[in-house]
């Protein structure tokens, strides 16, 4: 799919590996509908692909200039997401494309024992919180988008974040159980979106260079690095860069792609 001036849903798109796509996509002429529930958050990200927009109109040889619209919202909640689906509707009138990348961490071990007594557990709402963001949202905007797509009649790709965490990491019960979600439904939804044209592929990344690392001691931030095979964190521009390639090969589809460095072999 060429994706100059097609609209394309990317939610998470406040800040981090949301933001990195946005701009990649923005950069190659695509029409943003971008979602997240921070509405400052969004507000940086647009003026980002402005300015990129306005770099790109003082270079005579480039010809892409990004639309883009912003939605708050909860992608955990069945209401809100429904809405703004309506709302792109009516706005753009079409959907091609849509990147399920919110998500949270609720991290913690699944108990915690001293000397044979229980001193800690993870409490439901750790549970449910990432599974209502991750999974739930993933889920709720996939179907609200593919309804959209397979109504306009132009086919169009879904692509699910995951995450290698998906395999089970120690701390991260809620995480990783949501990742194997999303993971799941690339397949399931790839098979029954066939027959809408809608290819569906997932992006499983590895450790990414973000605010969380960028504040990590040193020596922990080295031990990281060399549990990596290709010995250094993966940058979001290479995330970014993942989604146009499978927006590009149309033969892609009901598959996951490891970003991974090599860390999960």
Same mark, same amino acid.
């Given at each position: 799919?060429? &994706? ?66 912003? /939605? ?12 703004? /689906? ?5 706005? /753009?009138?079409? $959907? ?7 998500? &949270? ?12 007594? $229980? ?19 993933? /889920? ?29 990491? &120690? ?87 490891? $970003? ?6």
């Amino acid at each position: 799919m060429d &994706i100059k001036d097609k609209v394309i849903v990317i939610t998470g798109a406040g800040r981090g590996l949301g933001r990195a796509i946005a701009l990649a996509l923005g950069a190659q002429g695509a029409t943003l509908a971008l979602l997240d529930i921070n509405r400052a958050d969004l507000e940086v990200t647009a003026a980002m692909v402005r300015s990129q927009n306005d770099q790109c109109d003082q270079d005579s040889q480039c010809d892409q200039d990004s639309q883009c619209e912003l /939605f708050v919202c909860n992608v955990a909640s069945e209401a809100e997401v429904e809405s703004v /689906f309506a709302g792109i509707k009516e706005r /753009f009138g079409v $959907l091609h494309g849509l990147i399920n990348c919110a998500g &949270i961490l609720r991290d913690g071990m699944l108990i915690k024992v001293k000397e044979g007594e $229980l001193v800690e557990k993870m409490t439901l709402a750790q549970w449910q919180s990432v599974i209502d963001v991750n999974l739930t949202g993933t /889920f709720l905007c996939g179907r609200e988008g593919a309804a959209l797509m397979a109504q306009g009649g132009q086919g169009g790709v879904i692509i699910n974040i995951s995450s290698i965490a998906r395999a089970g990491n &120690i701390g991260q019960s809620n995480y990783a159980a949501s990742k194997a979600g999303v993971a799941s439904l690339v397949v399931t939804w790839a098979r029954e979106l066939a027959r809408h044209g809608i290819r569906v592929m997932g992006i499983a990344p590895g450790v990414f260079a973000t605010d969380m690392t960028a504040a990590m001691k040193p020596e922990a931030m080295a031990r990281m690095q060399q549990a990596i095979p290709v010995g250094t964190l993966g940058e979001a521009q290479q995330l970014a860069e993942t989604v146009s390639f499978i927006f590009a090969n149309d033969y892609l589809s009901g598959r996951m792609i490891e $970003l991974d460095g090599g860390l999960r072999l």
